[in-house]
């Protein structure tokens, strides 16, 4: 989750990234709650190219996944959250 502490600015680019934990693959759901509907990016390393959506239905780990929220207005909220399938 990612909170907007300002009680008068907006946040801008607010980036969460995370890291597909080991032993799952990805199935194909996340839930956003909050403010904004955030963009969704995936890749298979922090230095790759990321790529606009979500990953593939059964992607292993190491696999990263990242949402983009812009702008998270003052005083606001945003979370997600994903399913994987444990091996």
Excluded: H
């Excluded at 801008?12 to 963009?39: E, I, K, S």
């Amino acid at each position: 989750c990612v909170v907007n502490s300002s009680p008068s600015a907006s946040a801008l680019n607010v980036v969460l990234t995370d890291r597909l934990p080991d032993n799952t693959t990805y199935a194909n759901q996340y839930t956003t709650w909050g403010a904004v509907v955030p963009t969704t990016f995936y890749a298979a390393n922090l230095s790759s190219a990321w790529t606009a959506g979500s990953p593939p239905v059964g992607q292993g780990a190491p696999y990263y996944m990242r949402w983009v929220f812009q702008p998270l207005g003052p005083a606001k909220s945003a979370c997600v959250s994903y399913a994987v399938r444990i091996l």
